[in-house]
């Protein structure tokens, strides 16, 4: 039974992981999304206008969303997902309708062509590196499992010098 437990666990934080990956790779291109940052509701934000940009949603039907996409092991609180969206809407990114449900507006559909600032990705990515840096510190065993990755990025990433 533990080991079934375990399993679960390990595929719900993959799952949620993953959804976090691919939300940040598809929302950096977002000028207005550059002041976003890990810790400060950072990846929320984009996550949030992810699902809008897919299909109109009320907050209480985002929070949902979350809780499913991480099965049930997060789920963000109305205190942080409201005022961010009276956040967009303020900066005109999304509309709130009628019925209660926010939608993108078209500033945000034309903005979203558009590519990042470099300074702001390098930034995050330099949180991250911190990040992994105070894991190998304290939980070596677990980062060498990933050891054929972070090769292989650094890789790319020393051919950008």
């Known amino acids: 039974m533990k080991q079934n437990e375990e399993t679960d666990t390990s595929k719900a934080w993959e799952t949620m992981r993953n959804t976090m990956r691919e939300t940040l790779r598809s929302q950096w291109g977002h000028q207005q999304l550059h002041r976003a940052r890990f810790g ?7 996550a949030i206008i992810q699902i809008l940009e897919k299909k109109p949603s009320n907050g209480m039907e985002m929070i949902n969303e979350f809780a499913e996409a991480s099965h049930g092991w997060w ?7 409201y005022p961010l969206l ?15 449900r926010y939608e993108v ?18 930034t995050n990515m330099e949180g991250i590196v911190s990040y992994l840096e105070d894991m190998s510190r304290g939980r070596k065993a677990k ?4 050891r054929d990755r972070i090769k292989r990025i650094t ?3 020393s051919k950008l010098r």
């Not at 980062?143 to 990933?146: D, G, K, M, N, W």
């Open 155 to 157: 890789e790319r990433l």
């Open 75 to 81: 789920r963000p609180s109305p205190g942080s997902v």
């Open 105 to 122: 507006t078209q500033k945000l559909r034309k903005d979203s062509g558009q590519t990042g600032q470099a300074d702001e990705m390098l």
């Open 143 to 146: 980062l060498s499992a990933y």
């Open 40 to 46: 400060q509701r950072g990846w929320l934000r984009p």
């Open 86 to 100: 009276e956040t967009l809407e303020t900066e005109g990114l999304i509309k709130k309708r009628k019925d209660g």
